[in-house]
């Protein structure tokens, strides 16, 4: 075999394991991530675990994440009870639910109760703040342009002269 032959093959033999890895590449982003994990192999000394999350199109800080447990299905009683008080009393608030499981041999924080309303998506029905109140004792004006059709640019002017009040 000639050398040139031999540069060739070689050449050859690259360009067809390069399709074959762009191939995997391509099918393995399909896969699950756990199903991922499940291929990296810490213990191989011929492909560093860098170079296999590379290829797998793994972050290596997700091999090391541990889920935390959620609160919720352990407390699967007291949800259902919260459930049960807001259906019955929407208006109360997380004191007075907590009052209320205690009540019923409950005894649970209202910050957990919080969290677990929060969960939920249960929100506290309660009248809004009246911020305004109209004082009898001030001068109504009528509104004049009532009546009038505004056809053109400066037919009618407004200005207004109401002044924030200043702290004292």
């Not at 800080?61 to 889920?67: D, G, I, P, R, T």
């Not at 109140?133 to 109504?140: A, M, P, Q, S």
Request: with cysteine; glycine share 2%.
């Amino acid at each position: 075999m000639s050398k040139k032959y031999k540069v060739y093959s070689a050449y050859r033999e690259i360009g067809s394991l390069t399709t074959q890895i762009n191939w995997l590449k391509k099918n393995l982003m399909k896969l699950d991530l756990t199903l991922k994990k499940e291929f990296l192999d810490k213990k191989n000394k011929e492909l560093r675990l860098n170079l296999q999350c590379k290829l797998l199109n793994v972050n290596k800080s997700s091999l090391y994440y541990k889920k935390k447990p959620s609160m919720f299905p352990a407390r699967s009683e007291i949800i259902q009870k919260i459930a049960e008080i807001y259906a019955e009393l929407p208006f109360y608030r997380i004191r007075r639910t907590q009052q209320e499981l205690l009540r019923q041999g409950y005894k649970v924080g209202r910050d957990k109760i919080g969290k677990i309303r929060k969960h939920l998506k249960l929100k506290t029905f309660y009248p809004a703040p009246k911020t305004t109140f109209k004082n009898n004792n001030h001068v109504t004006y009528q509104y004049l342009l009532k009546d009038i059709k505004i056809e053109r640019v400066n037919q009618a002017w407004a200005t207004d002269i109401s002044v924030p009040q200043q702290a004292a």
